[in-house]
Structures are given as structure tokens and as C-alpha cells.
């Protein structure tokens, strides 16, 4: 488990977009809509990321199968493409708005199985392991998160991945409404990689659902009084590979 300042990646901020959409979103929610290459480029809207059903709204029962790729995602992987990414290399998710809720923001991989693709594969069994996660910083002698405002996270895929397809999940923890059991919100999405390069690692892997209970102190916790002085993110460690 990882606690206070947890950053291991590169978060960069950019203009909020103007976007129209086919059902009114909830103020106030976002979605990670598209997937930062290597090189840079920002792909376009669900071409590498699986499309979700329920517009910007967030998951909030953490024993849910939609808990692993949004609602609707388990079912959108042959309409989405796969890309392809080097181990060491640094991709990313860019979200429809910057994030506005309090909370950590983390990323995971989970290897595809023998004889499936990330695009057929519904995320099942324990297959993923975290390589990203930025929590709460108390540098400034008080309660702050680092994912506040920001729209673009990037971040390595660990030089020891194995090669293979790989579905990459990113979450933001809204923690604003978590004093009560279930009242955590996750904004969840997930891309569609081949990965390539030498890497042999072997990180431990948890399942998902099933990585969290949802009473972990990371999830049930009243962010706003008494003071918070400590945070202890939710999950495993990050793999650095």
C-alpha cells in the first residue's frame, strides 16, 4: 500500500473542450474519451478507448463487472481499435474536461489471456497490476490532489512489460461524497494496447472487480472535517518494472 504523496508519472494540464454530445452529460462529471500515443498525439473520441454507455457518470459499486472498463465497456471491444505501444514508452488518457472532484487518479494494465484479443477480452480473472498512481500531497500542510483541473495524464508503460495485448484502465476516485459506504465515484476508462518489446516482468495481479472492497480507509473517508493529515491510497503498489 502506498500513502500521503504517491506520484509516479507525468500529469500535464491542458484547455478544457468544448464538446457536444447526443445526451445531456451531468455537470460536474467527466470521461477519459481518448488515448495519447507515444508520440504525442492525442487519438481521437473512442477510436483506442472502449465507448461507455452511460455518457460522463461515474461507477459506484466496486463489485460490478462494469467496475473494470465503465458501463458498457465490456461490450465495445470489437467496435474499438488497438494500439500499438512499446514497453518504456509513455502514453496517456485525455479526459472531456479537466477534473473537477477531489481524489487519487490511478492506472492499471491487465494482460490479455492466451487466445483472446483486447479486443475480445471482458477484463476477467487475475490478470492486472497498477503502474500509475498520483494521491494526495500534504506538502502544503494541508489537504491537496495533484489530479485537481487536469485533463491529461501521461505516464510509462514499464520497460519490463511482457510483450502481448493489454487493456489499459485509468480511474479517478471523486472522494467528495465518500463519508458513506458507496458514495466514492470512479470515472473509468479503458484502451485497447499491443505491447511490445523484450520486458519479462512478472508482477503480482489482482482481479477486477475484487482489487477493492470499498472500505478501505483510501475510499471511506470524510475529506473535508476533522482535518485530514494522512491519506492512504486504495490497491496494490505500482509495478515500475
Known amino acids: ?16 473542450l468544448s464538446k457536444g454530445y447526443k445526451t445531456k452529460p451531468a455537470l460536474g462529471h467527466y470521461r477519459f474519451y481518448k488515448y495519447i500515443d507515444s508520440a504525442g498525439t492525442v487519438t481521437g473520441e473512442y ?3 472502449r465507448a461507455n454507455t452511460n455518457t460522463n457518470s461515474p461507477v459506484r459499486d466496486v463489485a460490478s463487472n462494469d467496475f473494470r ?11 474499438t481499435s488497438i494500439a500499438t505501444a512499446t514497453a518504456g514508452s509513455t502514453v496517456g488518457f485525455q ?17 490479455v489471456p492466451s487466445g483472446q484479443t483486447a479486443a475480445t477480452w471482458d477484463g476477467s480473472g487475475a490478470n ?10 500534504f506538502s ?8 485537481d ?28 461524497g465518500a463519508s458513506t ?9 479503458c484502451a485497447q494496447l499491443s505491447i511490445t518489446g523484450s520486458g519479462s516482468g512478472n508482477p503480482a495481479k489482482v482481479s477486477i472487480p475484487g482489487v477493492y472492497k470499498g472500505t478501505e480507509p483510501g475510499l471511506l473517508i470524510n475529506i473535508y472535517w476533522p482535518p485530514v493529515t494522512n491519506y492512504t491510497i486504495p490497491g496494490p503498489a505500482v509495478w515500475s518494472g
Open 47 to 49: 477510436v483506442y478507448v
Open 95 to 111: 479526459a472531456d474536461v479537466g477534473l473537477i472532484h477531489p481524489g487519487p487518479t490511478q492506472v492499471y494494465l491487465g494482460k
Open 140 to 147: 502544503s500542510g494541508s489537504l491537496a490532489w495533484p489530479s
Open 128 to 137: 492486472w497490476f497498477k503502474i500509475y498512481a498520483i494521491g494526495a500531497d
Open 69 to 79: 472498463c465503465n458501463v458498457g465497456g465490456l461490450a465495445s471491444g470489437s467496435k
Open 1 to 16: 500500500m502506498e500513502t500521503n504523496l504517491c506520484i509516479a508519472g507525468e500529469i500535464e494540464q491542458m484547455g478544457v
Open 149 to 176: 483541473n487536469q485533463q491529461t495524464f501521461k505516464f510509462k508503460i514499464p520497460s519490463n512489460t511482457p510483450t502481448g495485448n493489454y487493456l489499459l484502465r485509468i480511474e479517478h476516485i471523486a472522494l467528495h
Open 181 to 189: 459506504v458507496g458514495g466514492a465515484q470512479f470515472y473509468i476508462s
